[in-house]
């Protein structure tokens, strides 16, 4: 059902951005929404104007007085840097990059010896891989807030979650999924199914993206029908992966529900196509609903199967063999096509889809889907209470806790701002029932969005930020590679408001807000978490054993324990660094040059890197992060002899 076109037009502002659409963009997606694209175009906007001008008061927001505190934490994925942005909100400053796939040289990610270790190795000790290309992150739970413990992050090239703790932002811990290619959405549970006493995240779900052959060998390769995805469920703690569930289909995005009942995924290319023109030739796809409940019975019953090499449980998701609701593991409802985004409304009641191919949001009311799954709703697709047009290219939801849905609308150009309520008045038959609220011209081609809250039961309204694939005309030029475009806008009223426009290196994806009181980080250290750590300057030296040196060094600002140490050509060198200084901020770098070695301490931080030292001679090796007056003076000798 849609709402009457002229309501549709007179809603739209600035429809003229469509004339920085791209032709690749108009090629793939026009395929299912060519026949909504029937609104008059309107004269293009003047190049770099916005739909609403900020309001001042409001614009004023986003800048900061000198020592003034952002009010809200932001954690953006870092997309091919394979990192993960910290940013402050409103202001949208980036404060800090957590380094978790791929090396990093500011802090000697990938280089120290506790950070190979986190990162995983090859036989020889060189790192497993070097590259990613991060999509999602989501951060744990309790009381349907979040909890400050953790967050996590995928890497959807090489299939690896990462968790990062909060207290120090620093990744501990990174998990390589068995039997998935290209995994995608990630995100935590809230509660557990069955013990209303846990209700804290302990499980982490992962959507995988590509169907691949199972096991991948090298058989069946030219069979599309033996291709299947995984939808994976992490242990929160151990990291150690729980179960898999074999399911038709691509995964998208996850979403779970705050009674820890239901996680979803939003599934596309259910014709298992190989080639995209063969993943858009049906009109609906599907949400697929998991009863973790019923998941984790099987498996503790031995109701499983392995595949290839890998130990862990695989359960049977297939639709084919998902059809009684009394033993079903999964439901998979309809939805239309290639949907892209599913996300969980504040007040636990519905999931939301968003069509992509098609102009429609989907409501679906997460009681009714447990109903069929007791027997008590004959009908799957009857858990459907809203399908309404909202624009073009509908991708990514948030939510603002007053009932209302923000939608980024890819080929529109655009974020809709819809109630929830109406939509569902509007689809049971009130025609009256207006569910557009707003249009916001963003800049341009939105994809991923996000609002303050949003994806809590404290959802403020207060924010809400958008990150835009093109930013064409939004900033100087810099060569051919354009920066992305991350938009804050004002949602406490009426209508948004366009605040800032911040330019961000590609390819940035996910993101979550939150309140900065939700977070405690500690500014120093606990020395005794180092097992390395050497806690008194006086335990500095070095140590032989055969060919195989240990250097024990501490650093408090402006000096090394050690003026200089030797070892010999040919040595296995393991340096082991520890920050003696207790005040926050107070960090020390170390750097050999010739070696490849260059790291950080932070204040009771302990570090350690192994080299050989192929190379005689002197080496000054120094502090690279700035401490004191005498910081240029801060230095060691490491003399290698012939």
């Known amino acids: ?85 910290i940013l402050g909100l409103p202001s949208g400053r980036e404060i800090h990059r ?88 990630i ?33 069946d390769i030219n069979n599309p029908e033996k291709y299947r995805s995984m939808f994976t469920c992490v242990d929160a703690e151990s990291m150690e992966v729980r ?83 009394k033993t079903a593991l999964v439901a998979y409802v309809s939805v239309p096509k290639n949907p892209h985004g599913v996300n969980a409304s504040p007040d636990a009641k519905y999931f939301i889809c968003a069509g ?41 939801t948030a939510f603002d806790g007053r009932g209302n849905a923000y939608t980024t609308l890819f080929l529109d150009s655009q974020v809709v701002k819809w109630n929830v309520d109406a939509a569902i008045k509007f689809h049971a038959g009130d025609k009256s029932a207006k569910y557009v609220v707003d249009r916001l011209d963003v800049h341009y081609q939105p994809g991923h969005i996000n609002a303050s809250q949003s994806e809590t039961r404290m959802a403020d309204g207060k924010y809400l930020a958008v990150g835009c694939k093109f930013s064409k005309d939004r900033f100087l030029p810099v060569g051919p590679l354009h920066p992305e475009n991350e938009q804050i806008i004002d949602i406490s009223g009426d209508k948004m408001v366009l605040l800032a426009d911040h330019p961000v290196r590609g390819e940035p994806h996910d993101f979550i807000i939150f309140k900065r009181d939700l977070l405690k980080p500690k500014q120093v250290y606990d020395i005794n978490d180092f097992p390395l750590a050497i ?29 200089e140490f030797t070892v010999k050509k040919g040595d296995e060198v393991t340096l082991i660094l520890t920050n003696l200084d207790k005040i926050e901020d107070l960090t020390h770098g170390f750097a050999i040059p010739k ?20 190379q005689p001679g002197v080496f000054w090796c120094y502090c690279t992060h700035f401490c004191h007056a005498l910081h240029l003076e801060m230095r060691t000798r490491m003399i290698v002899e012939a």
């Open 535 to 563: 806690k008194d300057s006086k335990e500095s030296g070095v140590t032989r054993n055969g060919k195989k040196v240990m250097v024990k060094i501490t650093s408090q600002a402006p000096a090394f324990s050690l003026r």
């Open 1 to 85: 059902m849609s709402q009457k076109k002229d309501d549709m037009s007179t809603e739209a502002v600035g429809l003229g951005r469509r004339r920085f659409l791209n032709t690749a963009a108009l090629t793939g997606l026009t395929l299912g929404v060519a026949a909504c694209n029937d609104k008059p175009e309107t004269a293009p906007a003047a190049s770099g104007t916005s739909a609403a001008a900020p309001a001042a008061h409001a614009s004023s927001a986003t800048h900061l007085k000198p020592g003034e505190l952002d009010t809200y934490y932001g954690i953006w994925s870092g997309g091919h840097t394979g990192d993960m942005r």
């Open 243 to 325: 179960w898999q569930v074999l399911i038709d289909g691509n995964c998208d995005l996850t979403a779970t529900s705050y009674d820890g009942k239901l996680a979803a995924t939003n599934q596309y290319n259910i014709e298992n196509g190989v080639h995209y023109e063969d993943m858009m030739s049906s009109e609906r796809d599907a949400c697929l609903f998991f009863n973790i409940a019923r998941i984790e019975e099987a498996v503790k019953a031995g109701k499983f199967t392995t595949v290839g090499t890998s130990k862990v449980p695989v359960v049977d998701g297939t639709r084919e063999n998902n059809k009684d609701p």
């Open 356 to 396: 992509k191919l098609s102009p429609t949001a989907t409501v679906i009311e997460l009681s009714k889907v447990l109903d069929w799954f007791d027997g008590k709703l004959a009908e799957l697709d009857k858990a459907i209470v809203a399908e309404v047009e909202i624009g073009l290219g509908p991708l990514h």
């Open 595 to 614: 070696y490849n070695v260059n790291f950080i301490v932070n204040p009771l931080e302990t570090k350690s890197v192994t080299f050989i030292a192929d």
């Open 187 to 219: 995100f935590p549970d809230k509660a557990d199914p069955v013990d209303p006493a846990i209700n804290y995240t302990t499980r982490v779900f992962c959507g995988a993206e590509f169907a691949i052959p199972l096991p991948n060998n090298g058989g």
């Open 98 to 185: 957590i380094p978790c796939f791929v090396p990093d040289a500011l802090v000697g990610w990938g280089l120290t010896n506790e950070s190979k270790a986190v990162m995983g190795t090859k036989p020889d000790g060189s790192l497993r891989y070097t590259v990613a290309d991060t999509h999602h992150t989501h951060a744990s739970y309790k009381d349907g807030n979040y909890d400050g413990r953790y967050a996590w992050i995928n890497d959807k090239i090489n299939s690896r979650i990462a968790r990062v703790r909060l207290d120090y932002f620093v990744c501990d811990k990174i998990t390589e999924l068995p039997n998935v290619q290209g995994f995608h959405g």
